[in-house]
């Protein structure tokens, strides 16, 4: 079994940040919550109301799991179902605007809350359940609307996959002590990640199999099959099947594991899926990486696409993982 050590001697030289594979249309709040031209695109599927999706929708899911009551799948792409009627709802349909990885949510009139909503980001999941893990929101197009996580730990914050860089976001990160490691799941979820570390100077990890020009300068690669420590807290267990190199990191205090791609909850059903359809590997592979986590003592999916999953116990979550592979299989 692999260590990676939480002492180094001195933190990475800053790197230049890439060229942005692509325009985004929005990276402040300012141009989301404010009325724009983007009226004219206001997708026919929204119910009539301050709240909106464009037609530059990719179906990402972000929005639906955040806010679930305000928005829908409907046609293909996500739109307002019902406008929010409370303040919770209100408050949970901006953070899904600001999270949009294509600013493809809008308010007719400009969101008075604006900055508030702004700055509850890194956004505490569940202090009793889930302590010290955040959501980062700013989901990035770069990674598809995979989500990013912050774990803040006594030995070093750990970044799970890359959110799209915002400011904003780094000085919020920041006071929370910012991230001594980023690590990455696949190379699917990387986005900013160079400039995160050139902010946070945080170092990255990442499995060999998963270096691309993008990622040859991270600090960590991973190699042959695991697992690996960080510390006694955190294992990083090896799940080949999406890409060749995937891995989940398993925090064992908390008995969560952070999935990337590697599995995730059906959007139609309480279910666990497979997005065969990106894979890169044969699903029997992807298989036998679920079997993996049969031994793993773990009541919490936190995957990078989709909703959380909650087991009561171990059991539940087992026999979850049997039935996914019954059904892959049958």
């Keep these: 079994m692999a260590l990676l050590s939480l002492r180094f001697a001195a933190a990475p030289a800053p790197v230049a940040s890439p060229p942005a594979r692509r325009a985004r249309a929005a990276t402040s709040f300012r141009a989301s919550a404010s009325p724009s031209p983007a009226v004219g695109r206001r997708r026919p599927q929204n119910v009539p109301g301050d709240f909106f999706v464009d037609h530059r929708c990719i179906d990402c899911q972000a929005c639906r799991w955040m806010a679930p009551e305000v928005f ?7 739109a307002v179902a019902a406008q929010p009627v409370s303040e919770e709802d209100r408050i949970k349909a901006l953070q899904a605007l600001l999270s949009c990885p294509t600013a493809s949510i809008h308010t007719e009139k400009p969101a008075k809350e604006i900055l508030q909503v702004q700055n509850m980001f890194p956004l505490p999941i569940d202090t009793d359940l889930l302590p010290g893990v955040y959501l980062c929101g700013y989901h990035s197009q770069d990674s598809f609307g995979a989500t990013s996580y912050l774990i803040t730990h006594p030995d070093g914050n750990i970044l799970v996959d890359s959110p799209r860089y915002t400011a904003e976001l780094a000085n919020n990160i920041e006071k929370l002590g910012g991230a001594r490691y980023m690590f990455l799941t696949h190379m699917d979820d ?35 099959n695991g697992p690996w420590n960080i510390g006694a807290d955190f294992e990083l267990i090896h799940t080949p099947g999406h890409t060749q190199g995937s891995v989940c990191l398993f925090y064992k205090p908390v008995k969560v594991l952070f999935t990337g791609d590697h599995v995730a909850k059906s959007e139609e059903s309480d279910d666990l899926y497979l997005f065969l359809m ?11 990486s679920m079997r993996k986590l049969l031994k793993l003592d773990f009541e919490w999916f936190l995957p990078g696409h989709g909703h959380r999953i909650h087991y009561k116990d171990v059991h539940a979550k087992d026999s979850a993982i049997e039935s996914l592979i019954a059904n892959y299989t049958s």
């Excluded at 829908?72 to 996500?78: H, L, M």
């Excluded at 995160?196 to 042959?224: F, N, Q, Y």
């Design 278 to 288: 990106y894979n890169r590997q044969p699903v029997s592979l992807q298989l036998d």
């Design 72 to 78: 829908k799948r409907i046609d293909g792409k996500a």
């Design 190 to 224: 990387v986005a900013d990640h160079r400039k995160w570390a050139e902010r946070l100077k945080c170092e990255r990890i990442i499995h060999s199999d998963e270096v691309e020009s993008v990622t040859a300068d991270v600090e960590w690669k991973l190699t042959g």
